[in-house]
């Protein structure tokens, strides 16, 4: 798995544990639902900005959402 | 300070700690020295691909990367 599609499988599982929909999180993170969708596709090479509003919409902080074992050597 | 500007900080404070050049470091991530430069000042909205790349190369990984009070909300 690549770090894009870790990231998008990450947002996906988080996503889903707060039973929120992908326009629910496009709305609050202020990113293209498209966009989202994309993303937790691992298609896409996200920025460091956009990757914080979404980890943000969330609620979670940079350090929380990487402090998982598919992030780790 | 916003994420682009921590993320440069963090990098340039690793890369000092590790008593190498922006030159070896360019070298090692195979990312252009000027391009990491401009990382460290904050001034590149960086993609996930080109983080993970750096942090690989300064002999982390994202975890423990984004494991400091910086990133924390």
Redesign the interface.
């Known amino acids: 798995m690549n770090?894009?599609e870790k990231?998008g499988l990450k947002v996906k599982s988080l996503r889903e544990e707060k039973g929120i929909s992908i326009e629910h999180l496009a709305n609050i993170s202020n990113v293209d639902r498209n966009y989202i969708s994309d993303i937790e596709k691992g298609k896409r090479?996200?920025?460091?900005?956009i990757?914080?509003k979404i980890i943000i919409a969330l609620d979670f902080?940079?350090?929380?959402?990487?402090?998982?074992k598919i992030?780790?050597?």
Chains 1, 2 share one sequence.
């Open positions: 770090i894009k990231f090479n996200v920025s460091i900005e990757m914080e902080d940079l350090t929380t959402f990487f402090n998982d992030f780790k050597k």
